[in-house]
C-alpha cells in the first residue's frame, strides 16, 4: 500500500510486523478471556 505512494518497503520489514501485530492481537483476546473467567474487570 505504501509502495504506491513511493515508500519501498521490503518484505523482510513487512512479514515480521504483521506476523507482530497477529500474535499481539491473540495476546490480547487471551488477556481479556481471562478477565472475564475471573469476573473482574
Sequence with gaps: ???DVGVP???EV???LVA???AQ???DIGKER???EQGGS
Design 1 to 3: 500500500m505504501l509502495e
Design 9 to 11: 518497503i521490503p518484505e
Design 14 to 16: 513487512v512479514v515480521p
Design 20 to 22: 507482530y501485530i497477529v
Design 25 to 27: 492481537g491473540l495476546a
Design 34 to 36: 481471562a478477565k472475564a
